[in-house]
């Protein structure tokens, strides 16, 4: 099955093969300012599974990961972590279709927003 997914003005879009590995929820404050939100919500699929269309920008955020956007209206689309470099992590908000593949896990919760309470059953990522 195909997952398809882009930016908000459509200059870049993705397709996915088959389904993701795992869908997280990340509380960490650099995703958090990265996708100007609460939480971030990454699926994570291996590198070769997902093709790309149109330009994406680089960002180098840390020593360990860069995050890649649309240059054109801004949008984050990945997460990239370098001891990990086969897998890509794609921002959920992007997919077409984001309601198709639950959250199943937490990264970073000792971090979390006090007053969020999204998922709370859900275990910590290994």
Not at 103 to 116: I, Q
């Amino acid at each position: 099955m195909a997952i398809t997914g882009g930016c908000l003005c459509g200059a870049v879009r993705f397709t996915a093969e088959g389904d993701p590995r795992r869908v997280t929820h990340c509380h960490c404050t650099m995703c958090r300012k990265a996708m100007g939100s609460v939480v971030a919500t990454f699926a994570t699929f291996a590198r070769d599974r997902v093709s790309w269309e149109g330009e994406r920008a680089l960002y180098e955020s840390s020593d360990i990961g860069w995050r890649e956007f649309c240059p054109r209206c801004g949008s984050s689309l990945t997460y990239n972590y370098r001891p990990r470099p086969e897998r890509i992590y794609v921002a959920m908000g992007c997919f077409d279709d984001p309601s198709a593949f639950p959250a199943g896990f937490h990264d970073f919760r000792a971090d979390k927003v006090s007053w969020l309470h999204v998922d709370e059953d859900l275990p910590d990522a290994p």
